[in-house]
């Protein structure tokens, strides 16, 4: 029987009201017809919970509705919402848009004051009917957000938008909010849908374990899927275990191109292979908690970011593959962030003394001739540019780059909106005051950030620089890395322009024959049931330069699997494959648990990779 998305059993959740006076909360993201408003999810670890956001680039979207039941009576109606250009500027915002009852407006327009999040008052209304039709009428398509409505029957209710308060507030509305609505037990549970996520499932279900893998995205892939859209990178096929990366080829992308067109990503084949393995599916699923028992982790509890219902999946077993070590974070793991010092670990290409810094996340973006005039609005929001230091580009570059300085987890709204900005302002400069591409219109604009780096769980052992450019013989070496270690820093000349946020970044290389990486940073050192593969493994900031490449990071996937049941078949935990069982490894790492034979499409983008192997 093929295994299935859970959520195909669970009933959507009603809209809740309560109190003696018959105030009504609804999640603006739970409306059952969105439009083309998006579910944000990204800051759902800051805020509680998602929200919709009306991502038309310049084009204002189709509303949002949802028809609600409201006891007969006068209301006041507020929105949870916020100017997400006022950290740059002071004027009234881009996102604005409005509430409408049955078709008719609210008198107030939203979204475009108040640099926090805050209940906004749209207006009220007098019910006269048992239901009414609740729309978000986007007005410019500039990325208004909404995260919930409050009609009250009070002009003044007290509403509390801290995310403290909002949790109040869910509890008092739905006593449920915080009880699982499922709650099942597996072998072995990933927490990431990118391609280490998928395969680290892929490669355990394989291998007899029952398997289950959360994303928090309705579509796999991460930074590889349509919604992010970055091509694969990193070598397979490699020796000592030339069988690992067999799994890839079932399912990467044949055609090359950051940003290029959704079908290119061939998303499709990444939840097949999944669901052919007898994976069982939680897409759109955010961890949010784990529960303890000492030091193994018990359950992951995780929310949908759309309809709200709580999960709780147990397991012996559990893969840290969120990129962002969210687990391991929930779970108290040892992690590092930021850049060593150089004197650490004796790298050469760390800095003199350790910083947050850290490399950015990019948000993709590409254009398309219209053949025929293309207006764009005029946008400036804080950030001016000039003839001199405005981007000539009618496609995303890689070294367009937000982030470096901030917080990718507290602050990635942030990041995503100032490259939202920078990249709608540069448009808007270079086509109506540059004159440039006339006939163009941004065709696709991600608005799901591409990160590239924020925590690194900490391993048995931490690779660093001098493994790799010193091919340091470790005994329990997995997967190699080819990709170059490639690190970013400002671009002196963006930096100049803009000293407060550059936006453009450039790389350093430092060159090196393929390297395995040992077992032993693919475990926590202190979790005692957490294996991690990814962009979260334990390395320096220097080594994650090189390993964080797509796939790379799917080997790893594919490495992790294996090990798992290996756990299943000795009762034990991922130490003691290095200690006991690392024989059994190899000799599954020989195997591999991919189709063999298959085209190995991998040098489709030379251009795009710095192994000196692929540039002969």
Not at 257 to 268: I, L, R
Not at 356 to 370: E, I, P, T, V, Y
């Amino acid at each position: 029987m093929r295994a299935k998305s859970i959520w195909s059993i669970i009933a959507l959740l009603l809209v809740v009201s309560c109190g003696k006076e018959q105030n009504v909360f609804i999640e603006a993201e739970s409306f059952s017809s969105p439009g083309a408003w998006v579910v944000d999810q990204q800051g759902m670890d800051v805020r509680g919970s998602s929200w919709l956001l009306a991502h038309g680039a310049g084009v204002p979207v189709e509303d949002a509705s949802e028809l609600i039941s409201l006891p007969q009576a006068r209301y006041h109606v507020f929105a949870l919402t916020r100017n997400w250009t006022a950290p740059w500027s002071p004027v009234d915002g881009p996102g604005a848009f409005q509430i409408m009852i049955d078709g008719k407006p609210l008198k107030n327009v939203l979204g475009t004051k108040g640099e926090e999040w805050h209940w906004q008052y749209a207006g009220s209304l007098k019910a006269s009917a048992d239901s009414v039709r609740v729309s978000l009428h986007d007005l410019t398509g500039f990325d208004g957000r909404c995260d919930a409505l409050y009609f009250s029957r009070s002009r003044f209710p007290g509403l509390d938008a801290s995310p403290e308060g909002l949790e109040k507030l869910r509890l008092q509305m739905n006593p449920e909010w915080n009880t699982p609505a499922l709650d099942e037990h597996y072998d072995y549970v990933v927490v990431g849908g990118g391609i280490a996520g998928i395969c680290a499932a892929v490669s355990a279900a394989r291998l007899g374990l029952k398997t289950a893998i959360v994303n928090d995205r309705p579509v796999f892939g991460g930074n590889n899927s349509a919604e992010v859209r970055v091509h694969l990178g990193g070598r397979i096929e490699l020796e000592p275990y030339p069988n690992l990366g067999n799994l890839i080829k079932e399912f990467g992308h044949k055609k090359c191109g950051n940003a290029d067109s959704a079908e290119k990503f061939e998303d499709w084949k990444k939840e097949d292979i999944l669901l052919d393995a007898g994976v069982d599916i939680y897409p759109s699923c955010h961890a949010l908690d784990v529960e303890m028992q000492g030091s193994r982790i018990e359950a992951v509890l995780c929310r949908h970011i759309s309809r709200g219902e709580l999960i709780r999946l147990s397991a012996p077993l559990f893969a840290d593959c969120t990129g962002d070590g969210a687990v391991g974070f929930l779970a108290g793991a040892d992690y590092r962030e930021g850049r060593e010092a150089r004197s650490e670990y004796g790298e050469s290409m760390a800095p003199e003394e350790a910083d947050d810094r850290h490399l950015g996340a990019s948000l993709l973006w590409n254009s398309k001739d219209k053949r025929a005039p293309s207006p764009f609005p005029e946008f400036s929001y804080g950030l001016s540019f000039t003839d001199s230091s405005a981007i000539k580009s009618s496609k995303f570059r890689w070294d367009w780059e937000t982030g470096l300085d901030m917080d990718m987890i507290t602050e990635v709204e942030k990041i995503r909106d100032y490259g939202l900005l920078v990249l709608y302002s540069n448009w808007s400069y270079i086509k109506n005051h540059m004159g440039l591409y006339p006939n163009r219109a941004l065709d696709w604009v991600a608005y799901i950030t591409g990160k590239r780096e924020s925590r690194r769980l900490l391993g048995d052992y931490i690779l660093t620089e001098n493994d790799l450019v010193n091919a340091v013989p470790h005994e329990d070496g997995t997967c190699c890395t080819s990709w170059g270690i490639d690190l970013h820093t400002p671009k002196p000349e963006n930096e100049k322009f803009f000293p407060a946020e550059p936006f453009m970044t450039e790389a350093r290389h430092l060159y090196f024959e393929p390297y395995p990486i040992p077992y032993r940073c693919l475990y926590s050192r202190n979790i005692d049931n957490l294996f991690m593969a990814g962009r979260d493994i334990s390395c320096s900031h220097v080594a994650f330069g090189s390993v964080r490449v797509i796939r790379t990071c799917g080997m790893m996937g594919e490495v992790v699997g294996m090990a798992a049941s290996i756990c299943k078949k000795h009762g034990s935990g991922p130490r003691s494959v290095y200690s006991d069982y690392f024989s059994e490894l190899e000799e599954l790492m020989k195997e591999g648990v991919g189709r063999k034979g298959l085209p190995n499409d991998q040098d489709f983008c030379i251009h795009g990779c710095f192994d000196p192997a692929l540039k002969k």
